[in-house]
């Protein structure tokens, strides 16, 4: 057993338990959310006189992509649904990546978990015999 080794991971532990908080706090957020993403296209309209094919201008196009039980579904934005739904949408999305997140969290602390047990093993008091037996 190697002292720094052992503290070094419980400080490594420790520093989990923070994180484990900031990770955390999407869920405890009570905004409305909704599932989907929010996307901006940009395209000419094919009139030759417009400003999209004389300058450059492209027309742009705010859309949300909504996840429903059956399916996707595209839906336009005005200024004002962008406003309406972008705070919803990210809150979501907030949720997703800490529910992502927690897996890699989980998978780490388990890690840790695993090498500070590999640490504190210790076969004293057994017999010759059985210290020469690897244990599980
Ligand atoms: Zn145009």
Redesign the pocket.
């Known amino acids: 057993m190697t002292k720094n080794s052992l503290s070094s991971l419980r400080r490594q532990l420790s520093e989990k338990l923070e994180e484990i908080q900031r990770l955390l706090k999407p869920a405890f957020d009570s905004a409305p959310l909704l599932p989907g993403v929010i996307t901006t296209s940009r395209h ?2 094919g ?1 030759s006189g ?4 004389r300058e450059g201008k492209l ?1 742009e196009s705010v859309r949300m992509l909504l996840r429903f039980k059956d399916g996707y579904a595209t839906r336009c934005l005005s200024k004002e649904g962008l406003e309406f739904f972008s705070p919803r949408i990210e809150a979501y999305r907030r949720l997703r990546r800490a529910r992502r997140d927690l897996g890699k969290w989980y998978k780490q602390v388990v890690e840790l978990i695993d090498s500070l047990e590999r640490e504190r093993r210790s076969v004293e008091g057994l017999s010759e015999e059985d210290r020469k037996r690897p244990l599980r």
């Open positions: 000419r309209c009139n417009c400003a999209c094919e027309h």
